[in-house]
């Protein structure tokens, strides 16, 4: 009886406070992630030292948390409108801290660098889900840091849905397939090596085993059937250039931030280019395949040259490097027997959305010299705000990354926005050469790979106040400096 009051007076309560406050005060689903070393059996023999989160649901939908089976940390699934709170607890030996990338949340639940906490010490995150339905990563993000933390095994993946989605009758259930895609350089005792050499340092670090979901030579059992194949590249620095092994096209459905509308998808691409922490969703229809047919995704070889150049020099003078990929399995697809059920291509709903005409235009030079990265000549600090770019409160404004006119390092850089999801509208300078064909810049995206010599315009309109970052995804460029504050302020 008493609680029963109590709970009534709490409804009554809460219907008065702002909807911010109320997020605090009353969650949906309350989870706790734990990072802390562990040790995991990736490969045959010795089990490989990894640092990696764990989990557990505290309060509400208890497949809101699903376990992975090796070193990843467990799968998010959370329902657009839900109100979450998350604990972070801090078991590593040093400062940690977890970011969720591409969730517009509010500035103190975005998990920036100068927000880490340090080793046995708690943070709690408050945050609704306003996303759309879509794939996001969350991994840590301590200046200087994020780099070794993520290749030694943190980060793992959020899947946000929506019951406007499921109306348009995806494939869901085991025909809902997420991809993601590391590599690592392994040694003979299985452990995973990390390199601080400079040309490992310079194109961010490498390695030549693939490992999707946290497995070697992965392999996926497949039903003649349509599929939904969610592709995310969490890899420190590799660009993948995905493709059936089969040269059948892939039908691209969805990016960073969701389905891309009805005008603008499915898109029929032959491969598809896959910079660090960028996501794409493909819908599949394996029912034209013979069970037991030798099918796999793979990433085609392709070259990039980075060099020395800019302002006029070209590349060519100084060090040369290969930014290119050689060809990779990433993962079979094992055609099982059974009847062929054929789907159709699904029709999306919903029309690109008309961009607000943006008045004010910021430009960033992105510049990578001597093992330094820079954004407009500036190297990151955690309490450097000088200069930091200055937004205005759900005012549009077009943001371009300008990556031709510095001197240093030719190289491709994956650019990343928090607290925001943008439209690409501009391409300039066909740095992407032979990968052009695979590179989609349509539907909402946070993270867009800016190639050698381009200038890339994306339109944007933030609806959180405060402090955020914007950096270069490559996690060692990121760690060198290229990441700077932008801030948001009322109008
Ligand atoms: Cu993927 Cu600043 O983050
Ligand atoms: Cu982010
Ligand atoms: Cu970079």
Same mark, same amino acid.
């Given at each position: 009886m008493r609680a029963a009051i109590l709970f009534v007076v709490i409804l009554v309560s809460l219907a008065g406070l702002p909807s911010r406050v109320r997020a605090a005060a009353e969650p949906d689903v309350e989870l706790e992630l734990t990072a802390a070393p562990d040790e995991v059996a990736v490969f045959k023999g010795k089990k490989t030292p990894v640092w990696r989160y764990t989990g557990k649901v505290v309060k509400g939908r208890k497949e809101s948390l699903i376990p992975g089976d090796s070193y990843l940390g467990p799968t998010m699934h959370l329902i657009r409108g839900e109100r979450v709170r998350i604990h972070f607890v801090n078991n590593l030996p040093e400062a940690s801290i977890i970011h969720w990338h591409g969730l517009i949340v509010p500035h103190a639940a975005d998990g920036l660098p100068s927000m880490a906490i340090k080793p046995k010490e708690r943070k709690t995150y408050d945050f609704t !889900? !306003?996303? @759309?339905a879509g794939t996001y990563p969350y991994h840590p993000h301590p200046h200087m840091r994020t780099a070794t933390q993520v290749y030694r095994g943190l980060a793992g993946v959020i899947i946000i849905h929506d019951p406007a989605e499921d109306k348009i009758g995806l494939p869901n259930g085991k025909q809902d397939l997420c991809v993601v895609i590391q590599d690592r350089r392994v040694d003979a005792d299985n452990k995973f090596v990390y390199s601080e050499a400079m040309m490992d340092m310079v194109s961010g670090m490498r390695g030549d085993t693939i490992l999707v979901n946290g497995r070697p030579d992965a392999s996926f059992p497949i039903e003649r059937r349509p599929h939904r194949v969610r592709l995310f590249n969490a890899s420190n620095s590799r660009i993948y250039k995905l493709a059936w092994s089969d040269g059948s096209p892939m039908h691209v459905i969805g990016t960073d931030g969701g389905l891309l509308a009805g005008d603008e998808g499915p898109q029929k691409r032959p491969f598809v280019v896959l910079g660090p922490f960028e996501r794409v969703e493909l819908w599949e229809d394996f029912s034209t395949r013979k069970p037991g047919a030798d099918l796999s995704l793979i990433s085609e070889k392709f070259a990039m040259n980075a060099g020395m150049g800019g302002r006029g020099r #070209? @590349? #060519?003078? #100084?060090m040369m490097m290969n930014m290119g990929g050689e060809k990779l399995r990433i993962?079979?697809?094992?055609?099982?027997e059974g009847e062929a059920k054929p789907g159709v291509l699904p029709k999306l709903p919903g029309t690109k959305p008309k961009l607000a005409e943006a008045k004010r235009e910021v430009t960033t030079t992105l510049a990578f010299r001597m093992m330094r990265g820079f954004l407009n000549g500036r190297e990151y600090k955690d309490d450097d705000l000088l200069d930091a770019e200055k937004l205005k409160l759900n005012e549009p404004v077009i943001w371009a990354f300008d990556n031709g006119s510095e001197m240093g390092m030719q190289l491709p850089h994956p650019m990343h926005i928090h607290g925001v999801q943008f439209r690409v509208i501009e391409r300039k300078g066909n740095g992407a050469g032979e990968l052009a064909k695979g590179v989609i810049d349509d539907g909402w995206k946070d993270t867009v790979l800016v190639f050698p010599g381009e200038t890339v315009k994306v339109h944007l309109r933030p609806t959180e106040r405060g402090l955020f970052i914007y950096h270069c995804h490559i996690l060692e460029h990121e760690d060198m400096g290229m990441m700077r504050h932008f801030s948001v302020a009322d109008k």
């Amino acid at each position: 009886m008493r609680a029963a009051i109590l709970f009534v007076v709490i409804l009554v309560s809460l219907a008065g406070l702002p909807s911010r406050v109320r997020a605090a005060a009353e969650p949906d689903v309350e989870l706790e992630l734990t990072a802390a070393p562990d040790e995991v059996a990736v490969f045959k023999g010795k089990k490989t030292p990894v640092w990696r989160y764990t989990g557990k649901v505290v309060k509400g939908r208890k497949e809101s948390l699903i376990p992975g089976d090796s070193y990843l940390g467990p799968t998010m699934h959370l329902i657009r409108g839900e109100r979450v709170r998350i604990h972070f607890v801090n078991n590593l030996p040093e400062a940690s801290i977890i970011h969720w990338h591409g969730l517009i949340v509010p500035h103190a639940a975005d998990g920036l660098p100068s927000m880490a906490i340090k080793p046995k010490e708690r943070k709690t995150y408050d945050f609704t !889900v !306003v996303n @759309p339905a879509g794939t996001y990563p969350y991994h840590p993000h301590p200046h200087m840091r994020t780099a070794t933390q993520v290749y030694r095994g943190l980060a793992g993946v959020i899947i946000i849905h929506d019951p406007a989605e499921d109306k348009i009758g995806l494939p869901n259930g085991k025909q809902d397939l997420c991809v993601v895609i590391q590599d690592r350089r392994v040694d003979a005792d299985n452990k995973f090596v990390y390199s601080e050499a400079m040309m490992d340092m310079v194109s961010g670090m490498r390695g030549d085993t693939i490992l999707v979901n946290g497995r070697p030579d992965a392999s996926f059992p497949i039903e003649r059937r349509p599929h939904r194949v969610r592709l995310f590249n969490a890899s420190n620095s590799r660009i993948y250039k995905l493709a059936w092994s089969d040269g059948s096209p892939m039908h691209v459905i969805g990016t960073d931030g969701g389905l891309l509308a009805g005008d603008e998808g499915p898109q029929k691409r032959p491969f598809v280019v896959l910079g660090p922490f960028e996501r794409v969703e493909l819908w599949e229809d394996f029912s034209t395949r013979k069970p037991g047919a030798d099918l796999s995704l793979i990433s085609e070889k392709f070259a990039m040259n980075a060099g020395m150049g800019g302002r006029g020099r #070209g @590349p #060519g003078m #100084g060090m040369m490097m290969n930014m290119g990929g050689e060809k990779l399995r990433i993962a079979r697809m094992e055609i099982q027997e059974g009847e062929a059920k054929p789907g159709v291509l699904p029709k999306l709903p919903g029309t690109k959305p008309k961009l607000a005409e943006a008045k004010r235009e910021v430009t960033t030079t992105l510049a990578f010299r001597m093992m330094r990265g820079f954004l407009n000549g500036r190297e990151y600090k955690d309490d450097d705000l000088l200069d930091a770019e200055k937004l205005k409160l759900n005012e549009p404004v077009i943001w371009a990354f300008d990556n031709g006119s510095e001197m240093g390092m030719q190289l491709p850089h994956p650019m990343h926005i928090h607290g925001v999801q943008f439209r690409v509208i501009e391409r300039k300078g066909n740095g992407a050469g032979e990968l052009a064909k695979g590179v989609i810049d349509d539907g909402w995206k946070d993270t867009v790979l800016v190639f050698p010599g381009e200038t890339v315009k994306v339109h944007l309109r933030p609806t959180e106040r405060g402090l955020f970052i914007y950096h270069c995804h490559i996690l060692e460029h990121e760690d060198m400096g290229m990441m700077r504050h932008f801030s948001v302020a009322d109008k």
